[in-house]
T-cell receptor, first 113, second 114 residues
Framework: AQTVTQSQPEMSVQEAETVTLSCTYD???????LFWYKQPPSRQMILVIR??????QNATENRFSVNFQKAAKSFSLKISDSQLGDAAMYFC??????????FGGGTRLMVKP | DTGVSQDPRHKITKRGQNVTFRCDPI?????LYWYRQTLGQGPEFLTY????????KSRLLSDRFSAERPKGSFSTLEIQRTEQGDSAMYLC????????????FGSGTRLTVV
């Protein structure tokens, strides 16, 4: 079974600084999708960024970018110019072509003003 | 696109009672998923549908849990004889293949069993 591991239960960053959240996963498949979701307190899960495994180019969405290392099975999220609104739980997730998502345990990001 | 809707948002029930939750996916999404999330943890997969067919169920889905998607549109998740351990957030998501798979989540139903 696929597993997703987030080794940082909590991270803290100063406003306007850059932070990187780590994620590793285990799979024997070659075609899959990786995601980062943001979940603010008591609010719904919001997609931050998505990466298709067949694409070598790392995905970027404004201040958010990923470092996808397929051979190492690593998928980290970099948040640049951190803002107070970025404070939330961040979940890394894996799926294969529309099948269910497998989530990591989450990283709580705190942003200090 | 009105997003994924879940009803109710909160449910408090006594142990042993039955509860039913509803999820309305995005209309053009043919896949619908149910997850359970406890405080401070990542969501755990329960089951998913493609149209009206239930394609996969997690071993977490005991005999007390049943899910349906009768016409391939909305879905219901029923928990019979609730236990305190069922207290959690129940999340619904839907997806559609459009330039790659994307998943949209609802706001969830928070169940408290007392």
């Amino acid at each position: 079974a696929q597993t997703v591991t987030q080794s940082q239960p909590e991270m803290s960053v100063q406003e306007a600084e850059t932070v990187t959240l780590s994620c590793t996963y285990d799979t024997s498949e070659s075609d899959y999708y990786l995601f980062w979701y943001k979940q603010p307190p008591s609010r719904q899960m919001i997609l931050v960024i998505r990466q298709e495994a067949y694409k070598q180019q790392n995905a970027t969405e404004n201040r958010f970018s990923v470092n996808f290392q397929k051979a190492a099975k690593s998928f980290s999220l970099k948040i640049s110019d951190s803002q107070l609104g970025d404070a939330a739980m961040y979940f890394c997730a894996y799926s294969e072509a529309g099948n269910m998502l497998t989530f990591g345990g989450g990283t709580r990001l705190m942003v200090k003003p | 696109d009105t997003g994924v809707s879940q009803d109710p948002r909160h449910k408090i029930t006594k142990r042993g009672q039955n509860v039913t939750f509803r999820c309305d996916p995005i209309s053009e999404h043919n896949r619908l998923y149910w997850y359970r999330q406890t405080l401070g943890q990542g969501p755990e997969f329960l089951t998913y549908f493609q149209n009206e067919a239930q394609l996969e169920k997690s071993r977490l889905l005991s005999d007390r849990f049943s899910a349906e998607r009768p016409k391939g549109s909305f879905s219901t998740l029923e928990i019979q004889r609730t236990e305190q351990g069922d207290s959690a957030m129940y999340l619904c998501a839907s997806s559609y293949r459009n330039r790659g798979w994307g998943y949209t989540f609802g706001s969830g139903t928070r169940l408290t069993v007392v």
